[in-house]
């Protein structure tokens, strides 16, 4: 990309975002010439789906408008939200997150040499760190902590104490990255306002944050790791990729709450841009027509809404614009020893539980007993008899 005048660049880093929190603070930065430096962090538990793609957009849009990014790697987070995911995987599962967020990013069109990946327990675990931990708790009520973590953390009527502590890590991440602004989900809004409170109570500066959409799963509702028919793995191969789009709820006529018209306006739309030409095409041969070619996410909408754009054209376009963004991340994938022998290390496969062998038995329901057959029961009266005879004898 050329380089960008100011407001070209806020321009580019507040595009689809849902909500952002003091953008003044990065206002500031840019029109003193200086690049503002975001962190995005991500606990390192479940394999990275095409959900991803939402918030892996936004960092290639705030690398292209010269944001210094860093990208925050929670291995210690992994655990503390309720032993997500088990301490042995986790070492094994940062290396995962960095291949494939490093191959995300440069699917999206942009360079990662202004990419910086921390490991959350190179610093966590030092005495300073440690101490403001302790000091937050002596300012955080179980409550605020309790509300902070609520859309973020698991919760139950008798959660772990490291739940309450997670909140209070994120917030204090902000001043040991340096950064001066944190990007996530809007689910993150209720922690992100704490640490607009929380932080100036130690001495340290208010960030800006911000937020993008929680865009819905493939079958409606959010996006769910666990959810096999709700996401699509980053190394989902083509055939599995079109079988769970083609199954993808899109009721015709019904825009609000589509989750492919959602990827449109917030990954294929911007990558598109970022890779020079911003259109999302809709091919239409098989009607003998001219495809629809779209720019914006609003035409597309009320074409959707009219009927012009049906499930049954807008499924293969969409099928077709994250094949060439899965392709270049599988390929990476394939050309990485490294990468497919951490994959097994990282998520192991599951171990196939040993088949119990029924007893069959010597009759079936309804069979005659063969001439002289007598139940066991009688035979064993029968031996009892003949034991108490001989003993009278």
Same mark, same amino acid.
């Not at 960008?4 to 003044?24: D, T, W």
């Given at each position: 990309?050329?380089?960008?005048?100011?407001?070209?660049?806020?321009?580019l880093?507040?595009?689809?975002?849902?909500?952002?929190?003091?953008?003044e603070?990065?206002?500031?930065?840019?029109?003193e010439?200086?690049?503002?430096?975001i962190y995005?962090?991500?606990?390192?538990?479940?394999?990275?789906?095409?959900g991803?793609?939402?918030?892996?957009?936004?960092?290639?849009?705030?690398?292209?408008?010269d944001?210094?990014?860093?990208?925050?790697?929670?291995?210690i987070?992994?655990?503390?939200?309720?032993?997500?995911?088990p301490?042995?995987?986790?070492a094994?599962?940062?290396?995962?997150?960095?291949?494939?967020?490093?191959?995300?990013?440069?699917?999206?069109?942009?360079?990662?040499?202004?990419?910086?990946?921390?490991?959350?327990?190179?610093?966590?675990k030092?005495?300073?760190?440690?101490?403001d931990?302790?000091?937050?708790?002596?300012?955080?009520?179980?409550?605020?902590?309790?509300?902070a973590?609520?859309?973020?953390?698991?919760?139950?009527?008798n959660?772990?104490l490291?739940?309450?502590?997670?909140?209070?890590?994120q917030v204090?991440?902000?001043?040991?990255?340096?950064?001066?602004a944190?990007?996530?989900?809007?689910d993150?809004?209720?922690?992100?306002?704490?640490?607009?409170?929380w932080?100036?109570?130690?001495?340290?500066?208010?960030?800006a944050?911000?937020?993008?959409?929680?865009i819905?799963?493939?079958?409606?509702?959010?996006?769910?790791?666990?959810?096999?028919?709700?996401k699509?793995?980053?190394?989902?191969?083509?055939?599995?990729?079109t079988?769970?789009?083609? &199954?993808?709820?899109?009721?015709?006529?019904?825009?609000?709450g589509?989750g492919?018209?959602?990827?449109?306006e917030h990954?294929?739309?911007?990558?598109?841009e970022l890779?020079?030409?911003?259109?999302?095409?809709?091919?239409?041969?098989?009607?003998?027509?001219?495809?629809l070619?779209y720019?914006?996410?609003?035409?597309?909408?009320?074409?959707y809404?009219?009927?012009?754009?049906?499930?049954?054209?807008?499924k293969?376009?969409?099928?077709?614009?994250?094949h060439d963004?899965?392709?270049?991340?599988?390929?990476?994938?394939?050309?990485?020893?490294?990468?497919?022998?951490?994959?097994?290390?990282?998520?192991?496969?599951?171990?196939?539980?040993?088949k119990?062998?029924? &007893?069959?038995?010597?009759?079936?329901?309804?069979?005659?007993?063969?001439?002289?057959a007598?139940?066991?029961?009688?035979?064993?009266?029968?031996?009892?008899?003949?034991?108490?005879?001989?003993?009278?004898?």
């Amino acid at each position: 990309m050329a380089t960008l005048k100011p407001e070209e660049r806020m321009a580019l880093i507040k595009e689809n975002l849902a909500e952002f929190l003091n953008p003044e603070i990065l206002e500031s930065i840019i029109n003193e010439g200086r690049n503002p430096r975001i962190y995005w962090g991500t606990a390192t538990t479940g394999r990275p789906h095409c959900g991803y793609l939402v918030a892996g957009v936004k960092m290639a849009q705030l690398l292209a408008a010269d944001c210094d990014l860093v990208i925050l790697l929670a291995d210690i987070h992994g655990f503390l939200d309720n032993l997500k995911a088990p301490i042995e995987l986790v070492a094994h599962r940062v290396k995962y997150y960095r291949f494939a967020i490093s191959a995300l990013l440069q699917a999206c069109g942009v360079s990662i040499d202004r990419v910086e990946f921390v490991l959350g327990s190179s610093y966590q675990k030092t005495p300073d760190y440690i101490m403001d931990i302790y000091k937050m708790c002596s300012l955080t009520s179980e409550h605020d902590a309790k509300k902070a973590g609520a859309e973020v953390v698991k919760q139950s009527a008798n959660s772990p104490l490291s739940g309450l502590l997670y909140p209070i890590l994120q917030v204090l991440d902000e001043q040991y990255l340096n950064v001066d602004a944190q990007f996530g989900g809007l689910d993150q809004r209720k922690l992100f306002t704490a640490a607009k409170e929380w932080l100036p109570k130690l001495g340290y500066r208010q960030r800006a944050h911000l937020m993008n959409d929680m865009i819905p799963g493939l079958q409606g509702g959010k996006m769910s790791s666990s959810d096999e028919n709700s996401k699509i793995d980053l190394l989902d191969p083509p055939d599995v990729v079109t079988k769970k789009i083609k &199954k993808a709820e899109a009721a015709p006529r019904v825009a609000e709450g589509n989750g492919l018209l959602a990827y449109v306006e917030h990954v294929f739309l911007p990558v598109a841009e970022l890779k020079g030409k911003r259109e999302f095409i809709v091919t239409r041969e098989r009607d003998g027509l001219e495809p629809l070619v779209y720019t914006n996410i609003a035409q597309m909408r009320s074409d959707y809404e009219n009927d012009v754009l049906t499930p049954q054209l807008l499924k293969p376009a969409v099928t077709k614009a994250l094949h060439d963004i899965l392709i270049p991340i599988q390929e990476a994938y394939n050309a990485s020893k490294e990468w497919q022998e951490i994959t097994l290390l990282a998520f192991p496969p599951p171990e196939k539980k040993a088949k119990k062998v029924k &007893k069959i038995g010597t009759r079936y329901p309804g069979q005659e007993k063969p001439a002289g057959a007598v139940d066991n029961v009688t035979d064993d009266v029968a031996n009892l008899k003949l034991e108490t005879e001989k003993s009278e004898a």
